[in-house]
């Protein structure tokens, strides 16, 4: 059964880093995808970053040069760097991974409906 848990969530400054781990089990990275996503209040969900097969990974250009991602295969955790924090980056942030043996592509890979499993999320708030 895969699990998804999110940790790292806290309040920090604006110009800030921290840092959000997702610890998977249920499943080996081999063939799978993993992202994350975060839903600010009154908004939709959006990609955040993802890491997939072979390696890749995709960033989305809202977060592009401040936020990366890295896997842990020791851990089984994949990490999101985040640095020069900004409020409009709080939010909920979730984890999500789904079998996908093809990469899908830099969009693609940051789309909610390519992905079965979720997290229930880790909250992320930054003050000005």
């Known amino acids: 059964q895969v699990h998804l848990v999110e940790s790292g969530g806290d309040s920090v400054q604006a110009g800030g880093s921290l840092t959000l781990s997702c610890a998977y089990s249920?499943?080996?990275?081999?063939?799978?995808?993993i992202a994350w996503f975060r839903q600010a209040p009154g908004k939709e969900r959006e990609g955040v970053a993802s890491?997939?097969?072979?390696?890749?990974?995709s960033v989305a250009d809202s977060v592009k040069g401040r936020f990366s991602v890295s896997k842990d295969n020791a851990k089984n955790t994949l990490t999101l760097q985040r640095n020069s924090l900004k409020p409009e980056d709080t939010g909920m942030y979730y984890c999500?991974?789904?079998?996908?043996?093809?990469?899908?592509?830099?969009?693609?890979?940051?789309?909610?409906?390519?992905?079965?499993?979720w997290g229930i999320g880790t909250q992320v708030t930054v003050s000005s």
């Open positions: 249920g499943f080996t990275f081999s063939g799978y995808s």
């Open positions: 999500a991974a789904s079998q996908l043996p093809v990469w899908p592509g830099v969009r693609e890979s940051l789309t909610q409906r390519i992905y079965k499993y």
């Open positions: 890491f997939g097969t072979y390696g890749r990974t």
